[in-house]
């Protein structure tokens, strides 16, 4: 699957969680900002536990994986 591919599948998966589930579109936008901004991002993938930050950051029980956490 090519790396476009994937992430538009990536981006359906995640519109299809339950809201319950998820954040809320202006926190999502936060948390990718702090990722997009962090050295361990690797083309979409967080350095520290190898997520795609997008999947990460959506989930309400999620947190970034950094020791310090960044959110």
Do not use: T
């Not at 519109?15 to 083309?43: F, G, H």
């Amino acid at each position: 699957m090519e790396e476009d591919e994937y992430f538009v599948d990536l981006k359906r998966y995640i519109a299809n969680l339950s809201e319950e589930l998820k954040v809320d579109e202006p926190e999502y936008e936060r948390r990718l900002n702090i990722c997009r901004q962090c050295d361990a991002l690797r083309n979409g993938m967080c350095g520290k536990c190898g997520c795609f930050v997008e999947m990460r950051a959506v989930m309400k029980k999620n947190h970034c994986p950094d020791f310090h956490k960044k959110w």
